[in-house]
């Protein structure tokens, strides 16, 4: 299992860290998949920066464990391990929840909540489980903002990423997303009207369900 090193990244202060936020991003997106191998001279040219920059990219994501670097293999995202992903799930309890319980109904990070409910809404309706899974992490990045913490923030990021290549490598992610899109609305419909302890254990109930389907999958499809 990856040494966990969170770093507060949500205000880039050079390019490299601009850059690694934005590979990030992709992480999260699901655009890069776990055990994908990474092309330096490809994605300096995409990303337009140069080599040394972005091997300075790399050292950032591989000291937060999100890439690795093996000697004359060069440099691929990880693959969680179920280790990874149960420990990814118990510090998602620890912060989600407690986010949840204790915020004001009307903080301002609602709105993202309700937003990524509807883009997830919209891209279920399209039939794209991809699209529907970034709007799930949107969602929960949401209820970890009504902490107000910068740094709780940004360990989310790095979670999010991890998680998501997770879900990459299963299969089906209409089976591992599609629950999830009303679950999100309820939790949100319970939060706004100040049931936030109903809330926070509903939450609760759905990370373990949650965590359960992806060993489940998990299990399954990674020999």
């Not at 986010?99 to 399209?126: G, S, V």
């Not at 989310?156 to 599609?178: K, M, Q, S, T, V």
């Not at 609305?185 to 302890?197: E, H, I, N, V, Y």
């Amino acid at each position: 299992m990856a040494t966990r090193r969170f770093t507060s990244h949500t205000a880039p202060s050079n390019l490299a860290d601009s850059v690694a936020e934005t590979i990030r991003g992709q992480l999260i997106d699901g655009a890069l998949r776990a055990g994908q191998r990474l092309s330096e001279a490809a994605l300096s040219e995409q990303l337009q920066i140069s080599r040394n920059t972005l091997r300075e990219v790399f050292r950032i994501l591989v000291k937060e464990g999100l890439l690795l670097h093996e000697p004359n293999r060069g440099v691929s995202v990880v693959v969680p391990s179920i280790a990874d992903i149960i420990d990814i799930y118990r510090v998602r309890r620890l912060i989600e929840c407690q986010a949840l319980e204790k915020a004001w109904p009307l903080h301002p990070a609602h709105k993202r909540m309700r937003q990524a409910i509807e883009d997830a809404a919209a891209a279920r309706a399209a039939g794209d489980w991809i699209r529907v899974g970034s709007a799930n992490m949107a969602f929960h990045a949401g209820i970890v903002a009504l902490s107000d913490s910068e740094r709780l923030s940004a360990m989310f990021a790095d979670i999010a990423a991890e998680l998501r290549l997770a879900f990459g490598l299963l299969d089906d992610p209409e089976y591992l997303h599609a629950p999830f899109v009303d679950h999100n609305a309820r939790l949100l419909q319970l939060f706004t009207d100040g049931q936030t302890a109903d809330a926070a254990r509903e939450l609760e109930a759905y990370l373990v369900q949650s965590e359960r389907m992806v060993l489940a999958v998990y299990a399954r499809e990674v020999r």
